[in-house]
């Protein structure tokens, strides 16, 4: 049982009307978790209507409006900034957690040094899921992907949208970067830069990935083409780079290139093998596709090294100059 002084709140990012139903239930869900958590913060992203309708929907929680400029990791740093717990747990507008979730997340932080859990994010297709859709790369629509750990792990990083931190440990790294996260369909790894954060400032701290802790993730009809895909994987790589740059050395994709060494490579031959023994042309079709995200992200990565690297010699060109 969780010490009486580790309460949790939850804050619920949103920033659009066309999400509504989907927050509703998102709502509904965090409601019906054992234990209850002491408060639900709604944040919303400059988007005054659904503001004032979350406000008058909802009188017993805590609805506010972002305070810093556009983007997620502003609206959840405004989230956290109403609380006083000693634990958050964030969800996202277009998820739903599933009865357990919440005691899942918060009962490794009766260990001191766990300052981050994450839990497993099952997609919810609205469509049917494409049948060349790869599970290894179920990470390009905010699902974990085909290879993570069954049971509790230490892990590097987890995903916003799932996940509970120590107060005291997420405002002294100074919570989620304004200036790098996703702000509309713009991606980046903000939660994965703010794990590394947390993980530099306290030697001694634990970060863990609890598969108990599941959630439910929508997933809208307009991601399930290969243009989508394809669009996510360019800027994943793009966002790991930067990720690498802000956070001082490649060492810091250990991650990704344990990923590509070996959660590719095995999906690879199994999608193949499958296709020539079985004939199969939807794992052909998974296989090619594994072999286009690839390709998609190393040709993001590569942009964003070589956009880093003339803005590297414009900058050595100016302190000469001067």
């Not at 099952?122 to 290894?136: L, S």
């Not at 005291?168 to 369909?185: I, Q, S, Y």
């Not at 394809?230 to 790589?237: F, K, M, V």
């Not at 994709?253 to 959660?263: G, H, K, Q, T």
Request: charged share 25%; hydrophobic share 45%; aromatic share 8%.
């Amino acid at each position: 049982m969780l010490r009486s002084e580790l309460q949790v709140s939850v804050v619920i990012a949103c920033h659009t009307r066309k999400r509504l139903q989907l927050l509703l239930q998102a709502i509904e869900s965090v409601r019906a978790q054992v234990p209850q958590p002491a408060a639900i913060v709604i944040s919303v992203d400059h988007e005054p209507i659904l503001f004032e309708l979350l406000s008058e929907s909802f009188p017993d929680l805590i609805v506010v409006e972002n305070k810093f400029p556009q983007g997620a990791s502003g609206n959840r740093n405004t989230g956290v900034s109403f609380t006083n717990t000693a634990l958050v747990a964030f969800l996202d507008d277009d998820a739903r957690a599933r009865p357990g979730w919440l005691q899942g997340l918060i009962a490794p932080f009766a260990d001191p040094n766990v300052v981050c859990t994450g839990g497993f994010v099952v997609p919810a297709w609205e469509a049917r899921k494409p049948r060349w859709f790869p599970d290894e790369f179920a990470w390009v629509v905010g699902a974990s992907h085909l290879g993570m750990p069954d049971a509790v792990a230490s892990v590097r990083n987890v995903w916003s949208e799932n996940m509970a931190v120590r107060r005291e440990t997420f405002l002294a790294v100074g919570g989620f970067r304004l200036d790098f996260g996703k702000v509309g369909h713009v991606s980046r790894p903000e939660d994965t830069d703010l794990c590394i954060r947390m993980g530099r400032a306290f030697p001694d701290a634990r970060l863990l990935f609890v598969p108990s802790a599941i959630i439910d993730h929508h997933v809208g009809r307009e991601r399930a083409d290969v243009s989508f895909f394809l669009r996510r994987c360019y800027s994943e790589g793009r966002g790991k780079i930067e990720l690498a740059r802000i956070n001082a050395g490649k060492g810091e994709l250990r991650d990704e290139r344990d990923y590509l060494r070996v959660a590719i490579p095995n999906g690879l031959r199994n999608y193949v093998r499958r296709a020539t023994l079985h004939r199969q042309v939807d794992d052909l079709c998974r296989a090619g596709a594994m072999v286009g995200g690839v390709g998609a992200a190393a040709v993001g990565a590569s942009i964003s090294l070589c956009r880093h690297w003339v803005r590297g010699k414009a900058l050595g060109r100016e302190m000469v100059e001067t």
